[in-house]
């Protein structure tokens, strides 16, 4: 079937009426094929009409010029207990240019369960106009799948809700970054979010959805909180919903439990991404030694196409704790003690051996090598390798975040900033732009530190460094393998900062592929210094920045020794020993350039 332009005139309207329906099941869905190309083809949209309802109800939209080719649409009908009846309209702007046409329209599972002559077994409903045989978790559930609407007769209010009369005795989290909307038809986004609820099927019906445009950012979060429960055994408590994510930039879903009040809980349940433009129902079977609650978290894609739909909660087999959660009491770290100093002689200009008393100069702590013999001067410095194993970041730390540490009113969870990670803690798909093995022990379950894309905004930095580094020999590098892959990386960045000064000595920009890989910079003689890497976000979470295995070789100064260079050695100005071979060789190798003098 297709469309011929007849005249010119403005919004002339070409429609395609379906056949009436009486009803249709649980399960129904329509789909079809539809071709709409041209450069002024304009847009088609199909409508639910439902006796007793004045509007129709948009159940799909092609908006645009599709191409040449055909493209096939899938639309949710759900139950619908009237009549109803389809209409696919096409509008004229006067200057149409193109065609339309629609092709092989199919109806699935529409028809209502077929009647059982017996219905036995503790997991069976006998619905009881329809003589029907249906599992029993649909009982409750807020969709009639019986037909006669027998599975939903005497069910207790108070384990469901529709939102068709507000949230019923769900609450809005406070301690999130802000709140679910209850609503009715379309979200306000074009290509995103539901057009009709679960419930009624139509755009007459509630629901809540969560917002992604404009001020939100990506990953704030909206946590919708249950009432509370008694404790279950066995997962005999189950929780039932039904969730909508369309949308290009559609992030995560997600199902807590917990039984202290003041704690976000433990995840049951996680859906990531665009999972078509659809209601989706999901179960999740709950224990429980006490009692408990759930959370429903959502949080904001990358974007403003990223809403998502939440209707017809329902709970089976749980009862209601009238009481509340205990709470953990929040204790404030008290201020660390400096450990006691062994009797000295040492000047403020001196370090303090530990264990000893002994004075070494300050500008032996943090030179790679141990002066005293506990080895207390190389303690708060950056070690010489450093694999993240343990969760161990081996003296690296963030100066941003040591910041705002004494700020309590910033909270750092969204910043770009760097984190340890490892592969066995990955959602899906993310491994398309961060690591899935560490690159020491190959496996998933290593370590290695990163910088999340999936915090921050276009632009940001992410700073991390050693402490201060006192004092380099003149072969000193420093090697480390870095990952960098994502159709969106950004930059990662070695500096060189000194007290008034910071240089860049490497950059890479860009996808390196999905592997690990080696990088050598050169540091040499160096004093009072830092070393940082700095990773800069792309413009989307489809970029992460990694960084393993970080290695200073050669760092330690070159010693003076307490007696004269041997007749191998040659004696530098500043009184050094290096090999004879080391001369004249480009290198700096006394630290002084005396062993590349033209004077030798």
């Given at each position: 079937m297709?469309i011929l332009?007849?005249?010119n005139?403005?919004s002339?309207?070409?429609?395609?009426r379906?056949?009436?329906?009486?009803?249709?099941?649980?399960?129904?869905?329509?789909?079809?094929?539809?071709?709409?190309?041209?450069r002024?083809v304009g847009?088609?949209?199909?409508?639910?009409?439902?006796?007793?309802?004045?509007?129709?109800t948009?159940?799909?939209?092609?908006?645009?010029n599709?191409?040449?080719?055909?493209?096939k649409?899938?639309?949710?009908?759900?139950?619908?207990?009237?009549?109803?009846q389809?209409?696919l309209?096409?509008?004229?702007?006067?200057?149409?240019?193109?065609?339309?046409?629609i092709?092989?329209?199919?109806?699935?599972?529409?028809?209502?369960?077929?009647?059982?002559?017996?219905?036995e077994g503790?997991?069976?409903?006998?619905?009881?106009?329809?003589?029907?045989?249906?599992?029993?978790s649909l009982?409750?559930d807020?969709?009639?799948?019986?037909g006669?609407?027998?599975?939903?007769d005497?069910?207790?209010?108070?384990?469901?809700?529709?939102?068709?009369?507000?949230?019923?005795?769900?609450?809005?989290?406070?301690?999130?970054?802000?709140?679910?909307?209850?609503?009715?038809?379309?979200?306000?986004?074009?290509?995103?979010?539901?057009?009709?609820?679960?419930?009624?099927?139509?755009?007459?019906?509630?629901?809540?959805y969560?917002?992604?445009?404009?001020?939100?950012?990506?990953?704030?979060?909206?946590?919708?909180?249950?009432?509370?429960?008694?404790p279950?055994?066995?997962?005999?408590?189950i929780?039932?919903f039904?969730?909508h994510?369309f949308?290009?930039?559609v992030?995560?879903l997600?199902?807590?439990?917990?039984?202290?009040?003041?704690?976000?809980?433990?995840l049951?349940?996680?859906?990531?991404?665009?999972?078509?433009?659809?209601?989706?129902?999901?179960?999740?079977?709950?224990?429980?030694?006490?009692?408990?609650?759930?959370?429903?978290?959502?949080t904001?894609?990358d974007?403003?196409?990223?809403?998502?739909?939440?209707?017809d909660?329902?709970?089976?087999?749980?009862?209601l704790?009238?009481?509340?959660?205990?709470?953990?009491?929040?204790?404030?770290?008290?201020?660390?003690?400096?450990?006691?100093?062994?009797?000295?002689?040492?000047t403020?200009?001196?370090?303090?051996?530990?264990?000893?008393?002994?004075c070494?100069?300050?500008?032996?702590?943090?030179?790679?090598?141990?002066?005293?013999?506990d080895?207390?001067?190389?303690?708060d410095?950056?070690?010489?390798?450093?694999?993240?194993e343990?969760?161990?970041q081996?003296?690296w730390?963030?100066?941003?975040?040591?910041?705002?540490?004494?700020?309590?009113s910033?909270?750092?969870?969204?910043?770009f900033?760097w984190?340890?990670?490892?592969?066995?803690n990955?959602?899906?798909?993310?491994?398309?732009?961060?690591?899935?093995?560490?690159?020491?022990?190959?496996?998933?379950?290593?370590?290695?530190?990163?910088?999340?894309?999936?915090?921050?905004?276009?632009?940001?930095?992410?700073?991390?460094?050693t402490?201060?580094?006192?004092?380099?020999?003149?072969?000193?590098?420093?090697?480390?393998?870095?990952?960098?892959?994502?159709?969106?990386?950004?930059?990662?960045?070695v500096?060189?900062?000194?007290?008034?000064?910071?240089?860049?000595l490497?950059?890479?920009?860009?996808?390196?592929?999905?592997?690990?890989?080696?990088?050598?910079?050169?540091?040499?003689i160096?004093?009072?210094?830092?070393?940082?890497?700095?990773?800069?976000?792309?413009?989307?979470?489809m970029?992460?920045?990694?960084?393993?295995?970080?290695?200073?070789e050669?760092?330690?100064p070159?010693?003076?020794?307490?007696?004269?260079?041997?007749?191998?050695?040659?004696?530098?100005?500043n009184?050094y020993?290096?090999?004879?071979?080391?001369?004249?060789?480009?290198?700096?190798?006394c630290?002084?350039?005396?062993?590349?003098?033209?004077?030798?």
């Amino acid at each position: 079937m297709f469309i011929l332009k007849k005249s010119n005139s403005i919004s002339q309207v070409a429609q395609l009426r379906s056949p009436k329906f009486r009803q249709s099941g649980s399960n129904c869905t329509l789909s079809f094929w539809y071709y709409n190309y041209g450069r002024s083809v304009g847009a088609a949209e199909m409508q639910l009409f439902v006796n007793g309802l004045k509007q129709p109800t948009v159940l799909w939209r092609a908006y645009y010029n599709e191409g040449n080719q055909w493209l096939k649409a899938v639309i949710q009908l759900g139950r619908l207990p009237h009549p109803f009846q389809l209409s696919l309209d096409k509008i004229s702007l006067g200057f149409y240019d193109g065609v339309s046409a629609i092709d092989d329209i199919t109806f699935e599972n529409c028809a209502l369960p077929p009647p059982a002559l017996s219905c036995e077994g503790p997991n069976r409903f006998w619905c009881r106009h329809t003589k029907a045989c249906i599992d029993s978790s649909l009982v409750c559930d807020l969709v009639d799948n019986c037909g006669d609407g027998s599975d939903e007769d005497n069910c207790n209010p108070d384990l469901q809700c529709n939102f068709e009369n507000g949230l019923c005795n769900w609450e809005q989290d406070v301690e999130d970054d802000f709140d679910w909307i209850r609503i009715q038809g379309p979200t306000p986004t074009v290509n995103t979010g539901p057009l009709k609820d679960h419930t009624t099927g139509t755009a007459r019906g509630h629901y809540l959805y969560m917002e992604s445009s404009e001020p939100h950012q990506f990953q704030d979060k909206a946590i919708l909180l249950s009432p509370l429960f008694n404790p279950s055994g066995n997962g005999t408590c189950i929780f039932r919903f039904y969730y909508h994510m369309f949308g290009k930039q559609v992030y995560k879903l997600s199902v807590f439990q917990r039984t202290v009040s003041n704690t976000k809980g433990w995840l049951l349940w996680y859906k990531f991404g665009n999972q078509g433009n659809r209601w989706i129902r999901q179960t999740v079977y709950i224990s429980s030694s006490k009692p408990f609650q759930i959370l429903v978290k959502g949080t904001i894609g990358d974007g403003f196409t990223g809403d998502i739909g939440l209707d017809d909660t329902s709970f089976l087999g749980c009862t209601l704790y009238n009481g509340n959660l205990p709470t953990i009491p929040t204790t404030t770290s008290g201020t660390s003690v400096p450990a006691t100093l062994p009797m000295n002689n040492c000047t403020e200009e001196e370090f303090v051996c530990r264990a000893s008393g002994r004075c070494i100069q300050t500008i032996q702590k943090c030179d790679f090598r141990p002066d005293c013999s506990d080895k207390s001067d190389e303690s708060d410095c950056v070690t010489e390798v450093c694999d993240f194993e343990d969760k161990n970041q081996c003296g690296w730390y963030q100066p941003a975040l040591e910041q705002m540490s004494g700020n309590h009113s910033i909270h750092s969870t969204n910043i770009f900033k760097w984190e340890l990670g490892r592969g066995a803690n990955l959602y899906p798909g993310q491994e398309k732009h961060c690591p899935l093995i560490d690159h020491t022990t190959c496996t998933e379950e290593g370590w290695y530190l990163f910088a999340d894309s999936s915090n921050g905004e276009f632009g940001h930095t992410a700073d991390i460094a050693t402490p201060v580094i006192s004092l380099t020999g003149p072969k000193c590098k420093i090697i480390f393998w870095n990952h960098m892959n994502g159709s969106t990386i950004g930059s990662l960045e070695v500096l060189c900062k000194t007290s008034n000064k910071t240089s860049k000595l490497w950059t890479q920009s860009g996808s390196q592929g999905p592997q690990w890989n080696r990088a050598e910079v050169f540091l040499g003689i160096r004093s009072n210094f830092q070393v940082v890497f700095r990773a800069k976000r792309g413009v989307s979470y489809m970029g992460d920045v990694a960084v393993d295995d970080i290695t200073f070789e050669d760092c330690s100064p070159l010693l003076i020794p307490g007696t004269p260079c041997t007749l191998e050695e040659f004696t530098c100005a500043n009184k050094y020993c290096i090999p004879k071979d080391n001369l004249c060789d480009f290198l700096n190798d006394c630290a002084d350039n005396s062993d590349e003098s033209p004077t030798i």
